[in-house]
């Protein structure tokens, strides 16, 4: 299994990117995906969470400006981000959970992209 994260870049506070994930070697429409990112100094923390049904889950702080998705037949993962902050800025992961799950814990995700930067400038 191999996720590929892309779509990151240097922005100002206000602005919108698009995250996307690609996935390779999974069945990818029964598995949960998810989105973490980890800011300099801090922990990975939890983003954002998509289950096979479409059910989505947010962190309290991306709730109304992310939108989580996902394109079953081009195992395609998407973090849109709007109205973005320098909060923001962090280092973007996707993951999958093949158990299906979605939840916010980084050790129910077996699988790990590479991660891709966001930077937010003021």
């Known amino acids: 299994v191999q996720l590929q994260a892309s779509g990151g870049g240097l922005v100002q506070a206000g602005d919108s990117l698009r995250l996307s994930c690609a996935a390779s070697?999974?069945?990818?429409?029964?598995?949960?995906m998810g989105w973490f990112r980890q800011a300099p100094g801090k922990e990975r923390e939890f983003v954002a969470a998509?289950?096979?049904?479409?059910?989505?889950y947010y962190a309290d702080s991306v709730k109304g400006r992310f939108t989580i998705s996902r394109d079953n037949a081009n195992k395609k993962l998407y973090l849109q981000m709007n109205i973005l902050k320098p909060e923001d800025t962090a280092v973007y992961y996707c993951?999958?959970?093949?158990?299906?799950?979605?939840?916010?814990?980084?050790?129910?995700?077996?699988?790990w992209g590479q991660g891709t930067q966001v930077t937010v400038s003021s």
């Open positions: 993951a999958a959970d093949t158990w299906g799950r979605a939840t916010d814990r980084e050790d129910e995700y077996d699988y």
């Open positions: 070697g999974q069945t990818f429409s029964s598995d949960a």
């Open positions: 998509i289950n096979w049904a479409v059910t989505t």
